[in-house]
């Protein structure tokens, strides 16, 4: 769910540090003359990847001393996005620059303009779950540069202690807690429709269920072959976005209700659950220092108990432009992100929200429970990445029919229609085969 990723970061305290200075003259030139090497890197300007990539450069540069890291800072959105296509067009890229994985890859054209890390060494500790995400045309091009983020239901623990509540398995359990949380007085289920954005988590994260019911939906789907409306599991998001209004289970107000607003309800146990994503809980860390303990995530609960799960947005990824003149010092780098050493780096910088996808990393003792609880997921093979990273189709309207789907105001089936029309727009844009 990209439009998450804004105000996720916005809410992570900026690291800064003098190691790092700007530098916008893409590819650095190769060795100097006393034998030490510039990289030039690319990183995002939100909070949370600067705090990252901070971590993973100073500790980096520390490791090996003849290798320096100039970082430059690139807005997101549309319009970093085409920042990042024009130069790798024009061959003004950095050595190395953080961007997406999943879908998204596809449109950077990587086969022309990124160094094919396929059996490379680089993808040692690279565990082998993620590089679909960042594989094109059978060709592997960059390696995770955080952690994982976990969709589902926030859930706070110790309402669920003191209800002697278990958490769900199937939607029926889920319903039958929230009938409890509310004749106990709390809210069941919170809503933030005042950002819009929120209001997809109910779908975009019900992808584990549409998975296991549907093996090949992700594929059909790209194809045009399957729709949301026309296939009951996919079309679940919808009816649980209806399913919690018709019960009045949703806070008072929530279409002002904003984000905030929503984590300080869950936080505060004034709301038991709340559809979001993991990543989103580590800034509140500082005022509400009980969240690492107090907040737990589930996977939306589907109806068979034996296949019940959780959806994960994959990390971003750093890759290597073809233009670069350091590509050994490049790899070299590459290497440290994807490493243990370089997940520890982070973890001290960066409270992690979810598992990373690094072989021998592992989380720390004091991780926040939502991490933990992602990490049984992960451990059990009970996880599905999120339809984004297995396809190039996103309707931007979304949110809005999300939205009126939760306020009550569109049948689930009609918004599930609805979205099938808004995806067939984005598909004949983008020239898909099937539509």
């Not at 958490?167 to 289920?189: H, Q, R, S, Y």
């Not at 969240?291 to 994959?314: H, M, Q």
């Not at 750093?318 to 982070?346: C, H, M, Q, R, W």
């Not at 309707?395 to 569109?410: F, M």
């Amino acid at each position: 769910m990209k439009t998450s990723h804004r105000p996720l970061a916005a809410a992570v305290a900026v690291l800064a540090t003098a190691a790092l200075t700007s530098c916008g003259a893409g590819s650095s030139a190769g060795p100097a003359a006393d034998g030490t090497v510039t990289l030039s890197f690319m990183t995002g300007s939100d909070q949370s990847t600067v705090a990252t990539s901070t971590a993973l450069a100073n500790a980096f540069m520390k490791a090996n001393p003849t290798i320096k890291i100039k970082m430059e800072q690139q807005s997101g959105g549309s319009e970093g996005d085409n920042v990042v296509k024009t130069r790798l067009s024009t061959g003004e890229m950095t050595d190395v620059f953080w961007y997406n994985s999943g879908s998204l890859l596809q449109a950077l054209n990587p086969a022309q303009t990124l160094v094919d890390l396929t059996g490379d060494p680089v993808l040692a500790n690279v565990q082998p779950e993620y590089l679909p995400v960042v594989t094109q045309a059978g060709k592997v091009f960059g390696v995770p540069a955080t952690t994982l983020t976990g969709g589902g239901i926030l859930y706070n623990r110790k309402v669920y202690e003191q209800l002697k509540l278990e958490v769900p398995k199937t939607w029926a359990e889920f319903m039958a807690n929230n009938d409890k949380i509310k004749t106990a007085g709390l809210t069941p289920v919170i809503s933030t429709f005042k950002d819009t954005w929120t209001s997809q988590v109910f779908v975009l994260a019900d992808f584990h269920n549409v998975q296991a019911a549907a093996p090949n939906f992700a594929q059909d789907y790209t194809a045009g072959k399957a729709k949301f409306a026309t296939t009951p599991a996919a079309a679940g998001g919808f009816r649980h976005l209806a399913d919690v209004h018709a019960k009045d289970y949703l806070n008072k107000g929530f279409g002002s209700a904003t984000l905030d607003q929503g984590l300080k309800m869950l936080v505060e146990g004034k709301g038991a659950h709340y559809a979001m994503l993991s990543g989103l809980l580590p800034p509140m860390l500082k005022t509400y220092p009980q969240t690492a303990t107090d907040i737990g995530l589930f996977g939306i609960p589907g109806d068979d108990p034996d296949k019940s799960g959780a959806t994960v947005w994959e990390p971003n990824a750093v890759y290597i432009a073809k233009t670069t003149k350091n590509l050994d010092a490049a790899k070299k780098f590459l290497a440290f992100v994807a490493s243990p050493a370089g997940t520890e780096a982070v973890t001290a910088a960066v409270q992690p929200s979810g598992p990373y996808r690094i072989k021998g990393s592992k989380l720390p003792d004091d991780a926040i429970q939502v991490a933990k609880d992602l990490q049984v997921y992960l451990d059990n093979g009970a996880t599905a990445p999120a339809l984004e990273f297995l396809s190039p189709i996103k309707g931007p309207s979304l949110e809005q029919i999300a939205v009126a789907v939760g306020s009550g105001l569109t049948p689930p089936a009609e918004g599930a229609a609805q979205y099938d029309k808004d995806v067939e727009k984005q598909a004949k844009q983008l020239g898909l085969a099937g539509w």
